[in-house]
Structures are given as structure tokens and as C-alpha cells.
């Protein structure tokens, strides 16, 4: 397990043209303000908080320190990267901008399954599906991710194959699979405020 006292930090990954969903799914209006907001928020027991922005100019106010992809246009694996480049902790729970209900509790549940041997505890649902956008990293992966984006790999899910990794059921997480929901659609954010409302689940 991850020693008690190893302080973690927080990134949320704010990249992506959202396509699919049509506008900014980091500034989708939720929980009083948006989806960037709701998960600084969730996130405030982190000992930093990053916001990886990929190669956007302007930056919304916010407690967070925004950092640049040192590999642009190269997608999430390049976001995790450069937020664990910046990282002053030993340890960074990497969430993405679509996952509104991912917190700090999920971190701490995380480092609790991370082995001495591991560079991540990746939390993996019930149809075996890793989530590794939603995952706890140790911040010496960072040149090891540098090197794989620099030579070409872009996929963060091969990425996991290059390093020891531990993989932690949904289950284990303080709202089990719902922490894990993540909205790429117009319908599935209508689908996500119909089934939780307007404010976050306490």
C-alpha cells in the first residue's frame, strides 16, 4: 500500500474538442456552476489541485494552477503527462472534466490498493473496463510517459501495458461505478441531471 503519509495531489483533464458532446464539457452548467467548479470542489482535500488544459489560451479563474501539454494535440495520455510533470506531490489522482462525480474520497480509497511495486491503482467496473482517467499515478511515471509520447503512442489504455499497475474494482470506491460516469453525449448529460439533479450527491 502507498505509506500513509504520501501527500497527493489532484488534475483534473480538461482536453479534447468534445466533439461528440457538442460544446465544452468542462463548462457544462452543474451543482451551481460547472462541471470544472463542481470537481474543484469535490477535489479540495488534494494537496495541490492542477488543471491540465491542453493548449488553451484562456483559463477560467479558479483554485486551481493550470498547466500546458508538453506534447500537444497527442490527446489525454499527453494532459496525465504534463499534470504529473507539474506534480509537487508523490502521488496524483488524475480525473477527467467529464466525470463530475469523481472526488478526493475515491484518491484516498485508491492509494489504499496501491502496492510498493506499482505506479498506479486504476479502478476497473464490473464489465472489466479500466478507467484510467479516473486513477491514481505515483509522479515518477512522468519521463516514462514522456518517452511513450514520444514515440507516438497516443492511448492511454496501452500505455497502462508499459508499467506495473494495481487494478481496483469499481466496487472498492466510495460511490462504487457512479464515481466513474463519464459524459460524452448531449443525451447523456440530460440523462446524468434527470438521475442526480442539480447539485451533487452528498
Known amino acids: 500500500m502507498a505509506r500513509a503519509r504520501e501527500a497527493i495531489s489532484a488534475a483534473i483533464l480538461w482536453g479534447g474538442g468534445s466533439r461528440r458532446m457538442g460544446r465544452d464539457k468542462g463548462l457544462l452548467p452543474w451543482g451551481g456552476g460547472t462541471f470544472l467548479t463542481t470537481l474543484a470542489a469535490n477535489l479540495s482535500g ?21 498547466v500546458a501539454d508538453q506534447f500537444p494535440g497527442c490527446g489525454p495520455l499527453a494532459g496525465l503527462q504534463a499534470a504529473l510533470a507539474a506534480c509537487p506531490a508523490p502521488l496524483l489522482f488524475a480525473v477527467a472534466c467529464d466525470m463530475p462525480l469523481a472526488g478526493f474520497d475515491a484518491a484516498r480509497a485508491l492509494a489504499g490498493h496501491l502496492t ?67 459524459l460524452n453525449t448531449p443525451e447523456a448529460y440530460e440523462a446524468f441531471c434527470r438521475r442526480f439533479g442539480p447539485e451533487p450527491p452528498k
Open 116 to 182: 510498493a511495486g506499482s505506479l498506479a491503482a486504476v479502478p476497473v467496473d464490473a464489465a472489466g473496463r479500466r478507467h484510467p482517467l479516473c486513477a491514481l499515478y505515483r509522479r515518477e511515471l512522468a519521463p516514462l510517459l514522456a518517452d511513450l509520447l514520444q514515440a507516438g503512442e497516443r492511448r492511454v489504455t496501452a500505455a497502462l501495458e508499459r508499467f506495473p499497475a494495481d487494478f481496483v474494482p469499481a466496487s472498492a470506491l466510495p460511490r462504487g461505478e457512479d464515481t466513474l460516469l463519464n
Open 46 to 66: 488534494a494537496e495541490t489541485l492542477l488543471l491540465a488544459a491542453g493548449d488553451r489560451r484562456e483559463i477560467p479563474p479558479g483554485p486551481w494552477r493550470a
